[in-house]
């Protein structure tokens, strides 16, 4: 169990069975009373933030996380498939659950997925990955404008913005941060 | 303090302190036998014992310790002035305070009546903002501590709900806290559930903490053996019994003392909101 000498920004704990990060805190204490300690806390499986103050004496429970390396399958119907990489075990993870990385999944792709008591909490893509570009307009020739952007959409189904000169089927290099177009892959 | 104010230095390093079960104490064992020395959270039982030993106006600068306590505005080691007058009360303290603001703001170079903190232009010119305890918690908490005992509620809601709406325009005396919360305050003649106890805020920052002193030794006798109590409930071990400090009382007239923290000062009057910032090395660093 952790007790108040433990808060600090950054550490997970357990509120009402479910995990929190502590993203923001502040230790107060009038001269003549009890040191009170308020803290910023997010849900890692909601994203939702809120406000408590501890007081000197509460305890905590740690947030066992536990980070599995997996492999991505694919997906259908039930959802996504990934196979842990150690156990051969397979897990299915909703379109929810997976968030916006389902824009940058590839077959056979290596994630690390964040469980929370068997409840997949977050998915760590590689930074970058290289995916097809399956439909786009052709650039108009002799635009030149620097800057010049187009929607075109990859294999995974996600639409992005590059420059005039991408066609279909050429492969992106691709940041899974920001979901921008880096450069086209090396073959 | 160019009034008259002898200033003392009394010893950092002392056998005895007084109960307080919200700070803690850093202690040491100075020889094989164990014995216990304390650094000072407050020099306040030795500047009372030469009041008492005939001293009038008397001014302490100089560190003081409190075991953890870090944050942004808190370090475990940090400066006070503390100042004592004889046949005075909490009201001098207040114009005390008043004074110094004004001269060590001119000092820092600043126009002297008005400081910008936080963003906010604060006014330095008296009267400053006076709001009892009992206002301030109807007001802002919705219940008045003067009225119901409850350290716990009293603690979070001044933390949670009275400071942050403190008036930020001026400095604020918060005064005449719950006889429960006097500490070494005498209680005040014309309601006894009341102790002549004033804290300043400035824009919200916590600052200085004065009382009319308690001069009774019976009573203070009585406030540090419950205090005492409260301690051990904590699990802190009390302080031996604090005789020289006690003997001093029966000689001790009227008087009134105020602590301010000299680094939470000097944050205010050059705009720093973190006391790292203020100060040489912080505890991580030295």
Redesign the interface.
């Given at each position: 169990m952790y007790d108040s000498?433990h808060l600090r920004k950054g550490l997970k704990i357990v509120i009402d069975d479910e995990p929190y990060i502590i993203t923001d805190f502040?230790?107060?204490?009038?001269?003549?009373?009890?040191?009170?300690y308020?803290c910023k806390l997010k849900n890692m499986i909601t994203g939702y933030t809120m406000d408590r103050?501890f007081?000197s004496g509460d305890k905590f429970q740690p947030a066992n996380l536990e980070e599995v390396h997996m492999q991505y399958l694919y997906n259908d119907g039930d959802g996504y498939h990934f196979m842990d990489l150690k156990s051969y075990e397979q897990v299915t993870l909703t379109e929810e659950q997976v968030g916006d990385a389902k824009n940058f999944l590839k077959d056979n792709m290596e994630v690390d997925i964040l469980f929370f008591k068997g409840t997949p909490i977050s998915i760590s893509l590689p930074t970058f990955v290289d995916l097809e570009v399956i439909e786009a307009m052709p650039g108009v020739k002799g635009d030149t404008a620097t800057g010049a952007t187009k929607p075109v959409t990859l294999e995974t189904g996600h639409k992005i913005q590059v420059p005039l000169f991408i066609e279909e089927g050429d492969v992106l290099k691709i940041d899974t941060r920001t979901g921008d177009y880096v450069e086209r892959a090396k073959k | 303090m160019d009034q008259g104010f002898i200033e003392v230095n009394t010893p950092l390093l002392v056998s005895t302190l007084a109960p307080e079960s919200n700070i803690e104490a850093f202690n040491l064992s100075t020889d094989k036998n164990k014995s216990l020395r304390y650094l000072i959270t407050s020099p306040e039982l030795n500047m009372k014992r030469l009041l008492a030993s005939g001293l009038d106006k008397i001014f302490q600068l100089g560190p003081v310790f409190r075991k953890g306590e870090r944050g942004a505005l808190h370090l475990p080691e940090f400066y006070m002035v503390e100042w004592y007058r004889k046949n005075a009360d909490y009201r001098d303290l207040m114009k005390d305070c008043e004074q110094l603001l004004i001269k060590t703001n001119k000092a820092a170079g600043n126009n002297p009546l008005s400081i910008s903190y936080k963003n906010t232009q604060i006014s330095l010119k008296p009267p400053y903002h006076l709001i009892t305890v009992d206002e301030a918690f109807k007001k802002w908490a919705g219940w008045s501590p003067v009225e119901i005992y409850d350290p716990n509620r009293f603690d979070y809601d001044l933390v949670t709900k009275v400071e942050p709406n403190l008036p930020k325009d001026r400095p604020v005396f918060l005064i005449d806290y719950p006889a429960w919360q006097a500490s070494l305050a005498r209680l005040s003649p014309k309601n006894k559930k009341i102790a002549e106890r004033v804290e300043l805020y400035i824009n919200g920052v916590e600052l200085a903490n004065g009382f009319s002193e308690l001069v009774d030794r019976k009573e203070q006798e009585q406030r540090f053996a419950s205090e005492s109590k409260e301690m051990e409930k904590k699990n802190l071990k009390p302080y031996p019994k604090q005789d020289l400090f006690f003997k001093a009382l029966d000689h001790l007239e009227e008087c009134a003392g105020m602590a301010l923290g000299v680094d939470r000062l000097i944050m205010v009057l050059t705009g720093k909101e973190k006391i790292d910032d203020v100060v040489t090395f912080v505890p991580e660093e030295s």
């Open positions: 000498s502040q230790f107060s204490k009038p001269g003549k009373g009890q040191a009170l308020r103050t007081r | -």
